[in-house]
C-alpha cells in the first residue's frame, strides 16, 4: 500500500474514532477560515486569516501555510480548486492569487477594485477564472496573469456560480444573471424576489438552487419557472444533493437538511454559516473561524434513478401505465446514457 493510501486509512480511522454522532462532526482548530472547498473527502481547502492557505484530508490534520508575498495581516475571503492542481483565492483589498501546482506556488495579482476585498471567486478551467468585488465582475483567461471587468451590475453583487458552460451571478433586491458565454454577454432572470440573494449553488442533477432571504428558489429553466421553500432561517450558504435533497447553513449558525419532505437539523456552529460543501462522504461547514466536518451520505444518481425506476415499473404491474418501455428509457435518460 502506498504512502496516499495509508494516509487514508488513517484520516478514515481517525473520522470513525472521533466524530461522534454525525449531527455533531469534528471542529477544526481555530485557525480563522473564511471559506471551504472540497473535491472529495481526500482534498479539502480553506481560506483564512493570515493571508493562509489551508489544506485537510477528510476535514481533519488541518494544515495552513502562507502565500509567499501576502502580507500576514491579509485575510483570504473565498478558495475554489477546480482540481488537485488548479486554484484560485481572493482576499482583502482586491488581493487575487492563481495556483498551478496545488498550492506550492502561487500568481497573485492585485485588481483595481478600488480597494473592496475579492467576495467570490469561481474557476472554469485551468486558464480561466472569475473574481466578484462589490458590483463588478473580473475576468482572466490567461491562470491569472491579467484581469479585466467583465460585467458591472446595477447592484451589488453576492453570489458567483461557474459551471462547464454557464456563469451566474447574484445580489441585492433579488439580482440574478446568467451568461452562456463565458462572460461576454449577459441576461437578466426574474426572481420576483426583493430580498438580497446572497447563495447559488447547482444541483447534481444541473438544477440551480438560490437562497434569497430566508426563501429557497430552485429552477431547472434556467428562472423560465421556478419553485420555491421555505427555509428554516436566512440562508448563508446551500449544497444541494441528488434527489431534491439541500443542506443549507443559516445566519444563525445553523446547519439544516431537507430530505424532500421535511427539514431537520444537524448542527450549530457558534457564528454564521458562511460555506458550505459536501463530497460523497462528508460534509465541511464553516463559521466563527472554524470548519465543522461530520460524515454524511446522501443518496447518489443510481440510488436515485433506481427509486424512480421502481416507482414507474409498480405503477405498470397496477395497470395503471402500459410503459415498461418507457420505464426504462427514462431510466437511462436518468443515468445520463
Known sequence: MNKAAWTAVVAWTVVVSYIGPAQQGVWSEQLSIQDVSALDWLHVYAAGDSGRFCTSIAGVCWHGRAVVGIPPWRRWQCVRMLDTAHGMLGGDSGVVAWTYDGGQTWRVRQLASGGRPIWRVGIADSTTGYALADSALWLTTDAGQSWQVCYHAPVRLLGLLVTAHEVWLSGDQGFLALSRDGGATWQMVMTHRKEPCATLAASPGGALWVGCG???????????????????????ALQPLWGGAVMIGTADGKLWLWDGDRWSQWTTLPAPIVALTCTGLFCYAAGGGIVATFPFRSRTRDEVCLEGLNWCLNKCRQGQTDCIDQCMQAFLRCLGR
Open 214 to 236: 430566508s426563501v429557497l428558489l430552485q429552477t431547472a429553466t434556467a428562472g423560465q419557472m421556478w419553485q420555491e421553500l421555505e427555509a428554516p432561517g436566512v440562508v448563508t
